[in-house]
């Protein structure tokens, strides 16, 4: 990936991860919300990971987001935007979020590994990658069981929400 | 099934018999008198070693069965846990509420106790004692009096406590072991018990000592014993003084001191500060005190020193002597008490100041009460000064002889000498201040008690003559015993 | 066992048996009781005097019998037991017979009795032990029955204070004697006398230790017989009836310690320190008492300060001449017995018919009224004081001899023989001469045949008992070295009785005040003193210091569960705070295990 | 017997009973849906014995198949009986809690709407078990998400019950914080070590760090990934510092539930951080720093959720932090297990069976006493004991074996715990545990004296359900049978793997 | 310059932190569950990223981490859905979704 890309791609989805966290509306946080992650999508891309990058898009800037907001909408959060705020409680928790992060730069600073840059793959001459044949392979043939057990999750989400959610049972 | 199995089973299973709705002292008594029965059956037909062997598997690749087995030793502390329960049933006034649970509790601790001195499965051993932790919890609790809620968390709390830092102290010297040695059958740790290295018992014993001393209450964990046995309805503060208590000193007996030469060495003389403190500090406070029941908790705290004194000698003569005043003691206090259990149901205080010249009134209870009393501080006679002296022997030969330079265990001794001028301080003072002078006015309507409450303190008191007249009854069940365990 | 090794086990059995009988069988039947404990002493005593003729003997059944350690009990029948048979089983009788009807009208007639048994039975125990092991049971069982017989009448508080007074200070001697059995036992192996008499060569090696061990022994008798400073039980013990005090606490038990010295006296001989720090030990106790007595009032305790002094003579004696035979330690106790006996029982007399009065100054002019008693307790001051003739003097000629050699002890104890006569002289002037000082003493009168027959057979053996006997104490027979001895206790004698003669001739109310002396030297003041300052603030201290354990382990109790309450304020309902402290969770242990 | 059936067959079979539930609830005609999970019972319970006859899948998977991520040894056996039987028993829960529940959920009839409340024990059932078999952090992950969801759902599922929300609420925030650092964990470890699969990880992960390997020099990552790893398990198995949901979750979700997540949850989480510790502790480069933090987390936790439970009052929430104590005690023996592996896995196992037996039976009792009772504060116990005594007795026993008094299941769990503790020498892990316990006697026995000692301010007696007569009883008997023959399940757990999979 | 896998593993590890920072500020219960997603999204960022970092021995990136990716978008999107339903039904019942105000269990 062209480092330029990267860096462009990789400050706005920081920018726009940011802009979840400090938006006062739930709104402009589920909209910056997808601009990351589309931003995410793209640095899926960079690294060969079109398929991924692809179901990126497709779940979460297209189907988590829009329930996030239909349920904002629902809701109509609005009316408590207004509250004062605890500094006690953000003072502390940007603290142990900067910890953590000092941390991680502390670790990667350990991670000597990583410095390396990426390996070249080893493609066929003039083919590009076909990485949805691949993950398909692996996950139906190595990864079969959790492939179903994940069958069963969305099934038990499914009545989860139905349950949940109903309002009167008749 | 031996005879040693239904020692043990019969009150446990009466006590569930009784939970279940069977009529509750009827069958309390009839079992506590066929405990009895059968164990001096199996005295009698007690032919040297361990006998009476019984074993189920439990968990075999730990060795761990359910192995039941007596030898002499074990049989007269089975006698003393069968006549302290018919005394205990026995003197048991009538229970107004819940009767049938009272009396599956002290069956329990009863069968507890049985279950411990019969097991030779250390792991049995231990979880047996532990029974009467519940059943002594809700006595207090339910049927106690004064600070009784306070006294039966204390114990209660304090005991399990102890219990851990056993299990800890059993659980490091099952692993001392070497690997295919490993067993918990105490009889072949027994004899295999040069495999423990010389350097690891130290760290063995003080677990031990430590574990056990909480519930002997040997200085400085005592001071669950007197509020508990003074909140205690006066069967349960017999079993619990009388018999239970002695699972600690047979535990030391029976696994520390054989297994542990060279860790008793080297805590020799912590043990030493620790028992004279027992009986020397101990003393003081038990004069310090000013009501009866408190009184007869902190002599039964303070007398547990003598035996410690036995068991550190770590000769025939003091072991032999510390088991047999385990038996002393548990009768004699267990006598007391039951006399203090009448004393509270008919007086309204136990105060010393509030009492007085109840020997008048109550001829027996005071000829009783006197004869107990003395037993207590080692009057000749009875069972508490045979031994008493076998562990004043056993102690002093443990140190040079021929010498005024007199080792920490000589002492020790003397201390313990001391020990039994301050014993008989406390128990004439209270004495003269109970059953002499001219009776008060609140003792007035006194009156000597019903003849269940005459006959068994009658059966402790018989059993401690004998034992104290004629020792060699005792001793020639306890002696081999003692003699195989400690390797002569 | 051949019929002779079963006269002893009965000796020793008999009262026993009685004393069970009477206790548990006779509880309710008091004149039965009497009767079947006064045969019983009787039986004793026709015992004795069968075994007095036969050769000495010894038999034992084992105990405790372990490896290491044998505890037998034995009777032995010697020299020295023979005769001290004879003394406790001639004088129980006596008093048996005596006090069927001094305690007549008592309401638990029976309980005395078996009581009395029950020491009969410890006495001769103590007499026959073939070992110090068995004496020493015994020893506690007779503190066991002195404490019955003086708490006797315990509903009285200051009976019970007694019994329990006299009990601890034998307790307190009980600790050295305990102590010393241990460490010749340690030594020596064994503790029968016949075995240390054996082990001499062993117990020899360490003097020092054998001194120590000889002293801590002795602690017992110092116990028992009453010596300084364990002394001050004694006088409070006559709160016992009169009885008691004169078979226990003159005759019997108080010489018990004196037997025992008696007893191991080849022991005491093999440590010259001992022996000497023994001497000086009686002698003290001796006049101290003496001179205590002197300002008494009470005739029992009059009697009772003589008896201190007389047995600090006898443990004086042995201390100075250590005789297996008994030596005039021995000699002394014999004849003691007898007429301290005597006078006990005429006191009891004379308080019986006086209806318990018991202060010589309320009494006066008795001699006219109480002719038998009156005569009977003149022979035994007599005898007490060393009347030339009587038992009495040839005892004391005997200890006075033995410590011509020492001349310290020599002047103490002359000075005592002078005192003796001049308290005892004093006691019999105001008692039962001049005139009657109260309305009791008018009505005084002799008491019933069975009272005064035993005080008629000890006064004849206050006479008689030191003629000719004295060679039965030693063991090898010494030359009178000096009659200058013997001169100087007839001047005592006679000094004594004329200085109490002058002084109390016709007067009414103690001429003297001697504060000191009559409040024995604040000795009880001082030891209320130390107790109340050492024990019981120990036992206070230890008592605040317990609820202060106790108070730790509640407190730590308490700590958890306030910790656990702390802990529980995290718990505030609020799921950001919780995110918030997994977070710091998280730092943390990521902290704790990446970086450090 | 020969033994043919694949071990996976379990599992089928459950998910299918919980498809079949599925379809009852949709199709069923009556209101009533307790047949349903009476039936459900039986089926689990037949699962069990059914489970002593399988074998395990192709003896010797081709390499790359799907059958490498699923380990059928002799733990994981075990663990899918402790799956069935606490579901089992959680529905014979749910049965008796069902009057309760269709208070909070609104319907027109009685017992409508519980149908899902049946079944979706069954599904979290099914991911336990694999959670069990799971030697592949993918299947481990997914496994572990079906269980964390399901419990969601289950959590939150008295709608109308404010309460029920809240701890859902909690639990869904809390956990999928926790799920987002397992993520970012399980990235780093396969980051490392290019693999998923246990056996390969620890493999490349002890060639890599061993002197001069390709990894050496990365330990504060390796260690970053193991920490985060250990952080999300530690949420799970309710570890201090990450326990805070417990309490409030325990107490707001519907009992039966309840009782399931202090059990199922837990058990299912003690197997993953085995299975995984096993890998990391193979690691030498950071044993000393994972042992370290084992046993700091074992303090943290045994000194938490003990003293924490001594001043509570109400029952579930007592619960609750007692099994943030347990978890204590559970760690103790991870602590050990570099040390004693043998002994450390023998005494989780065993702990968590007694676990799963006394913790099941008092909330058995908990739920039937709460129900007539009208709430579940310790006074609501008050005078149980002449209320009705056999359920009092079962508390007693129940509360017995959670302190550890032995002859009980509890205490020989306990045992087995300081005894690897000794082996493994952490001593300090002791004396903690030795002062936990003595917390633990305060806070369990008020409940005896509750029962005992208070005199009953409602003088009604409390019946009990026969089914659930007959469960308290098993419980009961069991309790002691595990205490004092505890061979057969010993002979479980020492057996040789079955499966030659998970260790080649 | 060329990207290193640190560099990626940086900017995850930020996105991640971002993340964690909303959860921990924020008290609406809804945009805690947006940065919760976040948080997600960073770890299949990283996982992505060694993927393509650890190529097997066949030259290609490490598929089995792309599966993982796979079943976590799948999971948390399941996670979304259970969760905003649980979100909703609490808001039915207190009218809010506010943190600070579902405390009625604490202690």
């Known amino acids: ?170 | 099934m031996t005879v040693l199995n239904f020692i043990v089973l019969l009150p446990i299973l009466n006590a569930i018999a009784i939970a279940c709705g069977a009529p509750a002292r009827k069958s309390a008594l009839l079992s506590a008198w066929t405990q009895l029965a059968l164990t001096i059956v199996a005295m009698v037909g007690y032919r040297g070693g361990f006998a009476y062997g019984s074993t189920w598997a439990v968990a075999p690749e730990w060795g761990l069965n359910l192995t039941f087995g007596v030898d002499g030793l074990a049989l007269v502390m089975l006698l003393l846990t069968a006549i302290v329960t018919v005394a205990a049933v026995w003197v048991t006034p009538k229970i107004e509420k819940r009767e049938n649970l009272f009396y599956a509790c002290v069956l329990l601790i009863s069968g507890g106790a049985a279950g411990a001195f019969a097991s030779v499965d250390m792991f049995f051993f231990y979880a047996f004692h532990e029974l009467a932790l519940i059943p002594t919890f809700l006595l207090i609790g339910i049927w106690g009096q004064g600070e009784r809620q306070v006294a039966a968390w204390k114990i209660t709390i304090y005991l399990a406590v102890g219990s851990m830092i056993l299990l800890v102290g059993l659980a490091k010297l099952y692993l001392a072991f070497p690997e295919g040695a490993r067993t918990f059958d105490m009889i072949e740790m027994t004899k295999a018990r040069h495999l423990i290295p010389a350097a690891e018992q130290g760290g063995i014993y003080i677990w031990l000592l430590v574990g056990f001393g909480v519930l002997i209450s040997l200085f400085p964990f005592h001071s669950w014993a007197a509020p508990a046995y003074a909140a205690a309805p006066t069967p349960a503060a017999m079993l619990h003084a009388g018999v239970l208590k002695k699972f600690g000193l047979y535990g030391l007996i029976r696994i520390a001191v054989p297994m542990l030469p060279e860790g008793a060495k080297v805590w020799m003389n912590l043990l030493l500060v620790l028992l004279v403190a027992n009986i020397l500090y101990i003393g003081l406070v038990t004069i310090a005190q000013k009501k009866l029941d408190w009184m007869l908790g902190y002599s039964s705290v303070m007398h547990m020193g003598y035996i410690f004194l036995g068991i550190a000698a770590g000769n025939a003569i003091g072991i032999t002597g510390a088991s047999l005043l385990m038996l002393g003691h548990g009768l004699s206090i267990a006598a007391l008490f039951a006399m203090c259990g009448y004393l509270r149901q008919t007086s309204p205080s136990l105060a010393f100041t509030s009492l007085g010249g109840i020997a008048k009134k109550a001829p027996f209870l005071g000829y009783a009460f006197g004869m107990a009393a003395f037993a207590s501080i080692g009057l000749p006679g009875f069972a508490n000064f045979a031994s008493e002296a076998m562990v004043f022997f056993g102690a002093f030969k443990a140190g040079p002889a021929a010498t005024l330079d007199f080792s920490s265990i000589q002492i020790a001794t003397v201390c313990g000498l001391w020990g039994v001028v301050i014993s008989a301080v406390y128990m004439l003072r209270a004495y003269r201040q109970i059953f002499q002078g001219e009776p008060q006015a609140n003792v007035a309507t006194f009156k000597d008690p019903a003849c269940s409450v005459k006959w068994s303190v009658i059966l402790l008191l018989a059993a401690l003559m004998v034992g104290g007249l004629w020792p060699k009854s005792m001793l020639n069940f306890i002696q081999p015993s003692v003699e195989a365990l400690i390797g002569k | 066992m051949n019929n002779n090794d079963i006269i002893p086990w009965f000796i020793l059995l008999n009262p026993l048996i009685t004393a069970v009988l009477i206790l548990f069988v006779f509880r309710k039947n008091h004149g039965t009781a009497a009767t079947v404990s006064t045969m019983s002493a009787f039986f004793g005593l026709v015992g004795s005097l069968c075994a007095f003729t036969l050769a000495p003997t010894h038999t034992f059944v084992r105990w405790i019998d372990m490896p290491g350690l044998q505890i037998p009990i034995g009777v032995q029948l010697d020299h020295l037991s023979q005769l001290m048979l004879l003394v406790v089983t001639g004088i129980g009788f006596l008093v048996h017979l005596y006090s069927t009807v001094y305690m007549e009208h008592d309401e638990s007639k029976s309980r005395f009795f078996g009581h009395l048994s029950l020491f009969m039975f410890s006495m001769l125990g103590i007499v026959l032990a073939d070992n110090f092991a068995m004496m020493f049971i015994f020893w506690e069982l007779v503190g066991v029955s002195s404490y019955l017989l003086i708490g006797h009448w315990f509903t009285r508080d200051a009976a019970g204070k007694a019994a329990n007074k006299a009990f601890m200070m034998n307790r307190i001697g009980d600790f050295g004697f305990m102590l010393g059995i241990l460490m010749l036992w340690s030594t020596a192996g064994t503790v029968t006398f016949k075995g240390l008499e054996a082990a001499t060569g062993t117990l020899t090696t360490n003097p020092m230790f054998l001194t120590a061990a000889i002293l801590l022994v002795f602690c017992g008798a110092m116990g028992k017989s009453a010596q300084f400073p364990l002394h001050t039980w004694l006088p409070d013990a006559m709160e016992g009836p009169t009885p008691v005090s004169a078979l226990i606490h003159a005759a019997t038990m108080v010489a018990a310690g004196v037997f025992m010295l008696a007893r191991i006296a080849f022991l005491i001989g093999l440590s010259p320190a001992a022996a000497l720090i023994i001497a000086w030990i009686g002698a003290i106790t001796s006049i101290l008492a003496a001179l205590m007595a002197t300002q008494q009032d009470d005739i029992k305790r009059i009697l009772a300060y003589s008896t201190l002094s007389q047995l600090g003579y006898m443990v004086m004696a042995i201390g100075l001449a250590p005789d297996p035979n008994g030596g005039p330690a021995m000699f002394h106790l014999f004849t003691h017995a007898f007429f301290k006996a005597l006078l006990f029982l005429g006191a009891g007399a004379v308080i019986h018919a006086l209806h318990h009065e018991q202060n010589i100054w309320k009494m006066g002019g008795l001699s006219k009224h109480m002719r038998v008693t009156s005569i009977t307790f003149l022979i035994g001051t007599l005898a007490l004081t060393g009347c030339p003739g009587l038992a009495g003097f040839f005892s004391k000629d005997a200890i006075l001899l033995a410590a011509w050699s020492n001349k310290p002890l020599f002047f103490i104890a002359w000075s005592t023989a002078f005192l003796t006569a001049f308290y005892m002289t004093r006691l019999y002037i105001v008692a039962f001469t001049g005139k009657e000082r109260s309305e009791a003493a008018h009505h005084g009168h002799d008491c019933p045949a069975p009272m005064t027959i035993p005080l008629v057979i000890l006064a004849i053996l206050a006479v008689c008992a030191g003629w000719k006997t004295e060679s039965y104490f030693m063991s090898h027979h010494a030359e009178h070295a000096s009659h200058i001895p013997m001169l100087l206790a007839i001047c005592a004698f006679m000094f004594g009785t004329f200085a109490a003669m002058t002084l109390y001739k016709g007067k009414d109310k103690e001429p003297l005040s001697l504060p000191l002396f009559r409040n024995k030297f604040y000795l009880d003041e001082i030891y209320g003193a130390i107790v109340a300052g050492t024990q019981d603030v120990l036992a206070y201290i230890a008592a605040k210091i317990d609820s202060l354990i106790s108070g730790i382990v509640r407190l730590a109790g308490m700590a958890a569960w306030g910790v656990g309450f702390l802990f529980r304020l995290l718990q505030f309902g609020n799921v950001q705070g919780y995110s918030f402290v997994f977070g710091l969770g998280v730092v943390w242990l990521i902290w704790f295990v990446v970086f450090k | 017997m020969q033994q043919i059936i694949p071990a996976i067959t379990l599992e089928i079979a459950v998910l299918i009973l919980g498809l079949l539930m599925l379809f009852a609830e949709a199709f069923s005609k009556t209101a009533d849906r307790s047949h349903m999970a009476r039936y459900a019972i039986a089926v689990l319970l037949a699962l069990i014995g059914f489970s002593f006859f399988t074998t395990p899948p192709p003896a010797n998977p081709a390499p790359g198949s799907m059958w490498d991520f699923y380990a059928v040894d002799a733990t994981a056996m075990f663990f899918k009986r402790i799956a069935l039987a606490t579901t089992a028993i959680v529905l014979v829960m749910a049965l008796e809690y069902r009057s309760v529940l269709s208070k909070f959920i609104p319907g027109t009839e009685e017992g409508r709407g519980t149908g899902e409340f049946y079944s979706l024990p069954v599904f979290i059932c099914a991911g336990l078990m694999f959670m069990a078999s799971a030697v592949d952090f993918i299947l481990i992950f997914v496994a572990l998400e079906l269980v964390t969801i399901g419990f969601y759902v289950l959590v939150a599922y008295m709608r109308k019950h404010a309460q029920s929300l809240e701890a859902g609420v909690k639990y869904l925030i809390l956990g999928a914080l926790s799920t987002g650092f397992l993520v970012y964990g399980i990235t780093w470890i396969f980051g490392l070590s290019g693999h998923t699969h246990l056996d390969k990880v620890r493999a490349t992960l002890v060639a890599g760090f061993a002197a001069g390997g390709p990894l050496v020099g990365n330990e504060h990552a390796l260690l970053f990934g193991i920490m985060l790893v250990l952080i999300a398990l530690g949420f799970k198995i309710a570890a201090a510092p990450f326990q805070l949901w417990v309490p409030d979750v325990y107490q707001g979700a519907p009992t039966p539930v309840t009782a399931f997540l202090s059990v199922g949850s837990k058990a299912a989480g003690f197997i993953v951080l085995v299975r995984v510790l096993e890998v990391f502790l193979a690691v030498p480069a950071v044993r000393g720093k994972v042992i370290a933090v084992l046993v700091l987390l074992a303090i943290l936790t045994l000194l938490y959720g003990n003293l924490t439970a001594m001043p509570q009052d109400n029952l579930k929430r007592l619960f609750a932090y007692s099994s943030i104590a347990h978890a204590g005690y559970l760690l103790i023996a991870c602590a050990a297990l570099s040390a004693d592996p043998f002994g450390a896995k023998e005494a989780i196992s065993f702990y968590l069976a007694g676990y799963l037996v006394m913790t099941l039976l008092s909330f058995l009792v908990l739920i039937t006493v709460a129900r007539q009772s009208r709430g579940d504060d310790i006074r609501h116990f008050a005078g149980l004991g002449k209320r009705n005594p056999f359920l009092a007795f079962a508390m007693t026993v129940a509360i017995a074996s959670l302190a550890g008094i032995p002859l009980t299941a509890g205490f020989l769990g306990k045992f087995l715990v300081f005894k690897s503790a000794v082996a493994a020498g952490q001593y300090a892990l002791i004396a903690v545990g030795i002062l936990g316990v003595g917390a633990g006697f305060y806070y369990y026995i008020k409940v005896i004296a509750a029962m005992y000692w208070d005199e009953p301010t409602d003088k009604t007696e409390i019946t009990v359900g026969p089914l659930t007569r007959l469960f308290v009883g098993g419980l009961v008997a069991l309790v002691f049978v595990l205490g004092i023959w505890p061979a057969p399940i010993l002979n479980q757990l020492s057996e040789r793997p079955i499966s030659a999979v998970a260790h080649k | 310059m060329t990207l290193t896998l640190n560099h990626y593993l940086l900017v995850s590890g930020l996105l991640f932190s971002i993340g964690f920072a909303g959860v921990l500020l924020r008290r609406n219960i809804i945009i805690i569950f947006m940065c919760l997603e976040l948080m997600l999204n960073a770890a299949n960022l990283s996982l992505v990223a060694f993927s393509r970092f650890n190529v097997g021995a066949d030259g290609l990136p490490n598929f089995n981490a792309q599966v993982l990716t796979f079943f976590i978008i799948t999971v948390a999107a399941a996670e979304v859905a259970v969760g905003l339903a649980i979100i909703v039904a609490l808001y039915r019942a207190r009218q809010t979704t506010h943190v600070e105000d579902i405390t009625t269990l604490k202690f």
């Open chain 1, 1 to 170: 990936m062209n480092p330029i890309l990267f860096y462009l791609f990789s400050i706005l989805m920081l920018g726009f991860g940011i802009a979840v966290v400090a938006n006062r509306s739930p709104v402009a946080s589920a909209m910056s919300l997808v601009v990351s992650f589309f931003c995410l999508a793209a640095l899926y891309v960079g690294l060969d990971a079109y398929f991924l990058a692809s179901i990126q898009v497709v779940v979460y800037a297209g189907a988590v987001m829009v329930l996030f907001l239909f349920i904002i909408m629902l809701l109509d959060l609005k009316a408590e935007q207004r509250r004062k705020f605890n500094k006690l409680a953000i003072g502390g928790g940007a603290l142990v979020a900067l910890a953590f992060a000092a941390q991680l730069l502390g670790v990667l600073g350990g991670h000597p590994r990583g410095d390396k840059p990426f390996p070249e793959l080893k493609l066929p001459i003039g083919e590009s990658l076909n990485d949805l044949q691949h993950v398909g392979e692996t996950l139906f043939s190595l990864h079969t069981l959790p492939f179903q057990i994940i069958g069963v999750l969305i099934l038990v989400a499914t009545i989860g929400v139905i349950v949940i959610s109903k309002r009167e049972l008749k």
